[in-house]
C-alpha cells in the first residue's frame, strides 16, 4: 500500500511538476481548433460589364460509415434529397474508407431537409462554388474549374482564363482559431486569433458579349447549312488589338465539360494551325510593292491556268488571259501570284512573313498559344516559293491570321492582340490595365494603302464579291486551300475569308474559316465570305459607334491604283469572254449567282443541259465557267 501510495505521488509529481507545460499544451490545442476561412474567387465579365461567371452557394454530402448504424436508412434519407438511387449511396457506406464523399454541387433547395437535422455520421459542407450563365457561348475563351467536394482546397482554374488567371482570381485564404468545448462542438471566440480572407481580384475582358453571340451563331448557322465538320472566328479592333469576339465550333457547357469531348475545350482560334491558302497572298503581294519588284501596271500572262514548278503542276481556278498585279489579287489567280514571288525572290518572301508574325506567337496571353510553321529558308525546296506565296507549306493560326490582316488595316503596324481590358480589386480599384502594345512596323503607309486598295477590289469585283455590303466599303482576302491529311492533300478544304471594314477607317476585323464544308461551299468566297457578311451587317445595326464612311467609286475595270490616270487600263480578259462554240465544243457559262430561270437560258444558248440542287440562286456549279464540253452535256449547279 505504501509503495503504490509513492508510485502515484511520483507520477502525480511528474505530470504536474516536471511534463505540466507539455499537457498544458497538448489541453489548449485540443480546447481549440484551426479553421481555414476561404476567399470568395473573383468573377469575369465582358467589356460592358456583363457577368460571364458566377460564384453560387452550393452543398456538399460526407458520410463517416463507421458512425452509420443504419446504413440502408441513411441511404434512403440521401437518396430522397438528391434522387439517385439508394443502392448508389449503400454501395459508398459499405467503403473501409474513414471518410466518403456523397454528393457535391447541391443547391440549397435541394438539401434544406436535412441542414437542420442531426444525423449521426453525417458531414453536411457548405461552398461557394463556380457556375457559367453563358454556358457555350464563351466557354472556350472563359474556361472553367476543377471541383472541389470537401476541405479547404481552393478552386483550381483548368482552363482558358480561368486558369491563366487562377492566381489573380483565387484570392488569398484566411483563417480564424475556434474554442472547442467538452462535447466537441466549436465556437468564435473574439479574444482568439483570425485573419479575413482577402477574396480574388475580378477581370474584365474586351470580349463584347453581343458581338459573342452573333459570331457564335452565324458560324453555327454556316456549319449546318455547308455540313462542314467544324468552324472558327474572330472579331478584332485592329487599332488597338482587342479581341471582341473569339470562338471554335463544335464547343462544349462548361457547366457539364466532364460530359464534353476534350477536344471541344481548345479554343482552337488560339491552338490549332493551318494552311491558309490564298489569305496568305498578302504577304507576297506586300514584299512586291515594298520592294518595288513588281509595277502595278505590270501584266502577266495567265492564259493557261497552269504553271509547272520543280515538276509540279499548279492550277487556277480559272483559267484567265493577261492580268495586272491587282487583278491577280482581286481574281486570286495562283499562276499569276506565283509569277510575282519569283521576281519577290526567296528573301523578302521569308522577311514579310516573319515580320507579319506568321511562324511566332503573338503574345496574346492565353493557355495553348501555337506558332504555327514557317520554315526557314534554308530549308525550302524548289517548290518553295511558289508554294508559300499561295498559302501552302505554311501554317497558321486564325490568330496570326486576324493580326496580319490588322496590320493592313491600320497602316502597317503589328499590335498584340489581347483578351484583357483591366483588373480590378474586390473592392473595384484598379490594379492592372492591359494597354495597346506595338510589336514592329511591317511597311510604310504608302506601301499598306496600296495593298489595302487591292483587298476592296476583292470584295467588290473579285473572288470576296459574296461579303460585299451595299454602301460601306469593305477590304478583305478569299482562301480556299486542300487538306493535309496523314502524309498527303486530300479532297477535303478549308474555306477561309478575313476582311475588315470600313476600309476608309477600319473599326472591325473578322475572321472566318470552315473546317471541311461540303463541296460548291468549300471556296472561300462561297463558304466564308458569306458568313462574313451576315456578321456585319448585324455588327453594323448593333453598334452605332462604328462609323460610316462613303466608299470611293470605282470603275470595274479600274483593278489598277489610280497613279497614272493617263495611262490605258487592261481590262479583265479570262476565258469567258470567247466565242460561245469553239472546234465543235460548247464552253461553259459563268452562271454563279443567277436564279434558275436566268441559268436555264444561259445554259439553252450555250446549248447545254442543267441539273440543279437545292433552290434559290446559283452559289456553285461543274464544270467551272469556261470549261469547253461536248453540246449536250448536263452542267450541274449548286442552289442557295
Same mark, same amino acid.
Given at each position: 500500500?505504501?509503495?503504490?501510495?509513492?508510485?502515484?505521488?511520483?507520477?502525480?509529481?511528474?505530470?504536474?511538476?516536471?511534463?505540466?507545460?507539455?499537457?498544458?499544451?497538448?489541453?489548449?490545442?485540443?480546447?481549440?481548433?484551426?479553421?481555414?476561412?476561404?476567399?470568395?474567387?473573383?468573377?469575369?465579365?465582358?467589356?460592358?460589364?456583363?457577368?460571364?461567371?458566377?460564384?453560387?452557394?452550393?452543398?456538399?454530402?460526407?458520410?463517416?460509415?463507421?458512425?452509420?448504424?443504419?446504413?440502408?436508412?441513411?441511404?434512403?434519407?440521401?437518396?430522397?434529397?438528391?434522387?439517385?438511387?439508394?443502392?448508389?449511396?449503400?454501395?459508398?457506406?459499405?467503403?473501409?474508407?474513414?471518410?466518403?464523399?456523397?454528393?457535391?454541387?447541391?443547391?440549397?433547395?435541394?438539401?434544406?431537409?436535412?441542414?437542420?437535422?442531426?444525423?449521426?455520421?453525417?458531414?453536411?459542407?457548405?461552398?461557394?462554388?463556380?457556375?457559367?450563365?453563358?454556358?457555350?457561348?464563351?466557354?472556350?475563351?472563359?474556361?472553367?474549374?476543377?471541383?472541389?467536394?470537401?476541405?479547404?482546397?481552393?478552386?483550381?482554374?483548368?482552363?482558358?482564363?480561368?486558369?491563366?488567371?487562377?492566381?489573380?482570381?483565387?484570392?488569398?485564404?484566411?483563417?480564424?482559431?475556434?474554442?472547442?468545448?467538452?462535447?466537441?462542438?466549436?465556437?468564435?471566440?473574439?479574444?482568439?486569433?483570425?485573419?479575413?480572407?482577402?477574396?480574388?481580384?475580378?477581370?474584365?475582358?474586351?470580349?463584347?458579349?453581343?458581338?459573342?453571340?452573333?459570331?457564335?451563331?452565324?458560324?453555327?448557322?454556316?456549319?449546318?447549312?455547308?455540313?462542314?465538320?467544324?468552324?472558327?472566328?474572330?472579331?478584332?479592333?485592329?487599332?488597338?488589338?482587342?479581341?471582341?469576339?473569339?470562338?471554335?465550333?463544335?464547343?462544349?457547357?462548361?457547366?457539364?465539360?466532364?460530359?464534353?469531348?476534350?477536344?471541344?475545350?481548345?479554343?482552337?482560334?488560339?491552338?490549332?494551325?493551318?494552311?491558309?491558302?490564298?489569305?496568305?497572298?498578302?504577304?507576297?503581294?506586300?514584299?512586291?510593292?515594298?520592294?518595288?519588284?513588281?509595277?502595278?501596271?505590270?501584266?502577266?500572262?495567265?492564259?493557261?491556268?497552269?504553271?509547272?514548278?520543280?515538276?509540279?503542276?499548279? +492550277?487556277?481556278? #480559272?483559267?484567265?488571259?493577261?492580268?495586272?498585279? =491587282?487583278? *491577280? !489579287?482581286?481574281?486570286?489567280? $495562283?499562276?499569276?501570284? %506565283?509569277?510575282?514571288?519569283?521576281?519577290?525572290?526567296?528573301?523578302?518572301?521569308?522577311?514579310?512573313?516573319?515580320?507579319?508574325?506568321?511562324?511566332?506567337?503573338?503574345?496574346?496571353?492565353?493557355?495553348?498559344?501555337?506558332?504555327?510553321?514557317?520554315?526557314?529558308?534554308?530549308?525550302?525546296?524548289?517548290?518553295?516559293?511558289?508554294?508559300?506565296?499561295?498559302?501552302?507549306?505554311?501554317?497558321?493560326?486564325?490568330?496570326?491570321?486576324?493580326?496580319?490582316?490588322?496590320?493592313?488595316?491600320?497602316?502597317?503596324?503589328?499590335?498584340?492582340?489581347?483578351?484583357?481590358?483591366?483588373?480590378? +480589386?474586390?473592392? #473595384?480599384?484598379?490594379?492592372?490595365?492591359?494597354? =495597346?502594345? *506595338? !510589336?514592329?512596323?511591317?511597311? $510604310?503607309?504608302?506601301? %499598306?494603302?496600296?495593298?489595302?486598295?487591292?483587298?476592296?477590289?476583292?470584295?467588290?469585283?473579285?473572288?470576296?464579291?459574296?461579303?460585299?455590303?451595299?454602301?460601306?466599303?469593305?477590304?478583305?482576302?478569299?482562301?480556299?486551300?486542300?487538306?493535309?491529311?496523314?502524309?498527303?492533300?486530300?479532297?477535303?478544304?478549308?474555306?477561309?475569308?478575313?476582311?475588315?471594314?470600313?476600309?476608309?477607317?477600319?473599326?472591325?476585323?473578322?475572321?472566318?474559316?470552315?473546317?471541311?464544308?461540303?463541296?460548291?461551299?468549300?471556296?472561300?468566297?462561297?463558304?466564308?465570305?458569306?458568313?462574313?457578311?451576315?456578321?456585319?451587317?448585324?455588327?453594323?445595326?448593333?453598334?452605332?459607334?462604328?462609323?460610316?464612311?462613303?466608299?470611293?467609286?470605282?470603275?470595274?475595270?479600274?483593278?489598277?491604283?489610280?497613279?497614272?490616270?493617263?495611262?490605258?487600263?487592261?481590262?479583265?480578259?479570262?476565258?469567258?469572254?470567247?466565242?460561245?462554240?469553239?472546234?465543235?465544243?460548247?464552253?461553259?457559262?459563268?452562271?454563279?449567282?443567277?436564279?434558275?430561270?436566268?441559268?436555264?437560258?444561259?445554259?439553252?444558248?450555250?446549248?447545254?443541259?442543267?441539273?440543279?440542287?437545292?433552290?434559290?440562286?446559283?452559289?456553285?456549279?461543274?464544270?467551272?465557267?469556261?470549261?469547253?464540253?461536248?453540246?449536250?452535256?448536263?452542267?450541274?449547279?449548286?442552289?442557295?
Amino acid at each position: 500500500m505504501i509503495f503504490t501510495w509513492i508510485g502515484l505521488s511520483a507520477r502525480l509529481f511528474q505530470i504536474m511538476i516536471i511534463d505540466s507545460d507539455e499537457y498544458r499544451k497538448q489541453a489548449f490545442e485540443q480546447g481549440q481548433k484551426h479553421e481555414t476561412l476561404l476567399p470568395v474567387r473573383g468573377n469575369i465579365y465582358d467589356r460592358n460589364n456583363i457577368p460571364l461567371t458566377q460564384n453560387i452557394i452550393q452543398y456538399s454530402l460526407g458520410a463517416h460509415p463507421s458512425k452509420i448504424k443504419d446504413k440502408v436508412g441513411f441511404a434512403k434519407i440521401i437518396s430522397e434529397v438528391t434522387g439517385k438511387d439508394v443502392d448508389y449511396y449503400i454501395d459508398k457506406l459499405e467503403s473501409p474508407k474513414s471518410f466518403v464523399t456523397l454528393d457535391v454541387k447541391l443547391r440549397q433547395n435541394k438539401v434544406q431537409p436535412i441542414l437542420n437535422q442531426k444525423i449521426p455520421g453525417l458531414v453536411i459542407e457548405r461552398k461557394s462554388r463556380r457556375i457559367y450563365p453563358r454556358e457555350n457561348i464563351v466557354a472556350q475563351i472563359v474556361g472553367f474549374t476543377d471541383i472541389n467536394g470537401f476541405g479547404d482546397k481552393l478552386d483550381k482554374g483548368l482552363t482558358g482564363i480561368e486558369k491563366e488567371f487562377n492566381y489573380e482570381l483565387s484570392g488569398k485564404p484566411g483563417w480564424v482559431v475556434k474554442q472547442v468545448n467538452g462535447q466537441g462542438q466549436t465556437q468564435i471566440k473574439t479574444s482568439f486569433p483570425s485573419k479575413p480572407p482577402l477574396d480574388g481580384s475580378n477581370i474584365q475582358l474586351t470580349i463584347d458579349l453581343e458581338y459573342q453571340s452573333i459570331l457564335h451563331e452565324e458560324l453555327y448557322r454556316r456549319i449546318e447549312e455547308t455540313q462542314a465538320k467544324g468552324a472558327i472566328g474572330i472579331i478584332l479592333n485592329p487599332q488597338n488589338g482587342a479581341i471582341l469576339a473569339m470562338t471554335s465550333l463544335p464547343d462544349f457547357n462548361p457547366n457539364q465539360h466532364e460530359l464534353f469531348p476534350v477536344e471541344n475545350q481548345k479554343n482552337r482560334a488560339v491552338t490549332d494551325q493551318f494552311e491558309p491558302g490564298s489569305t496568305y497572298k498578302i504577304v507576297a503581294a506586300t514584299a512586291a510593292v515594298a520592294t518595288d519588284a513588281v509595277s502595278l501596271y505590270e501584266e502577266f500572262n495567265c492564259k493557261e491556268g497552269k504553271v509547272t514548278i520543280a515538276g509540279k503542276t499548279i +492550277s487556277d481556278h #480559272e483559267q484567265f488571259g493577261l492580268l495586272t498585279f =491587282p487583278q *491577280i !489579287i482581286a481574281h486570286s489567280s $495562283n499562276v499569276g501570284m %506565283i509569277k510575282i514571288a519569283q521576281k519577290v525572290g526567296q528573301t523578302p518572301l521569308y522577311t514579310f512573313s516573319r515580320d507579319f508574325g506568321f511562324g511566332s506567337q503573338t503574345g496574346l496571353r492565353f493557355p495553348g498559344e501555337s506558332r504555327g510553321k514557317l520554315r526557314k529558308t534554308n530549308e525550302w525546296s524548289d517548290m518553295s516559293i511558289a508554294t508559300l506565296s499561295i498559302g501552302y507549306e505554311v501554317a497558321v493560326t486564325a490568330l496570326q491570321l486576324a493580326s496580319a490582316y490588322a496590320a493592313i488595316a491600320n497602316g502597317g503596324i503589328i499590335i498584340k492582340p489581347r483578351l484583357i481590358n483591366q483588373i480590378l +480589386s474586390p473592392n #473595384e480599384k484598379v490594379v492592372y490595365t492591359e494597354k =495597346p502594345e *506595338i !510589336i514592329r512596323k511591317v511597311a $510604310n503607309a504608302e506601301v %499598306i494603302q496600296t495593298v489595302k486598295n487591292m483587298l476592296v477590289e476583292v470584295v467588290d469585283y473579285g473572288t470576296g464579291k459574296k461579303a460585299k455590303i451595299e454602301g460601306w466599303s469593305i477590304a478583305g482576302k478569299t482562301g480556299t486551300a486542300y487538306k493535309f491529311i496523314d502524309g498527303s492533300y486530300s479532297n477535303k478544304f478549308v474555306s477561309n475569308f478575313v476582311g475588315f471594314f470600313p476600309s476608309e477607317k477600319p473599326q472591325i476585323i473578322g475572321v472566318i474559316i470552315l473546317d471541311e464544308p461540303k463541296y460548291g461551299y468549300h471556296w472561300g468566297g462561297e463558304g466564308a465570305a458569306t458568313v462574313f457578311n451576315r456578321i456585319a451587317k448585324r455588327v453594323i445595326n448593333l453598334d452605332d459607334s462604328i462609323k460610316y464612311s462613303k466608299p470611293s467609286q470605282k470603275k470595274q475595270n479600274s483593278l489598277i491604283a489610280d497613279k497614272e490616270p493617263s495611262l490605258p487600263l487592261v481590262p479583265l480578259q479570262t476565258v469567258n469572254s470567247i466565242s460561245k462554240y469553239l472546234d465543235g465544243y460548247a464552253v461553259v457559262p459563268d452562271l454563279r449567282g443567277m436564279s434558275i430561270k436566268k441559268a436555264k437560258q444561259k445554259l439553252i444558248k450555250a446549248n447545254l443541259r442543267a441539273k440543279f440542287k437545292g433552290s434559290g440562286h446559283v452559289v456553285w456549279q461543274s464544270p467551272v465557267p469556261g470549261t469547253k464540253k461536248l453540246p449536250g452535256t448536263i452542267c450541274v449547279l449548286g442552289l442557295e
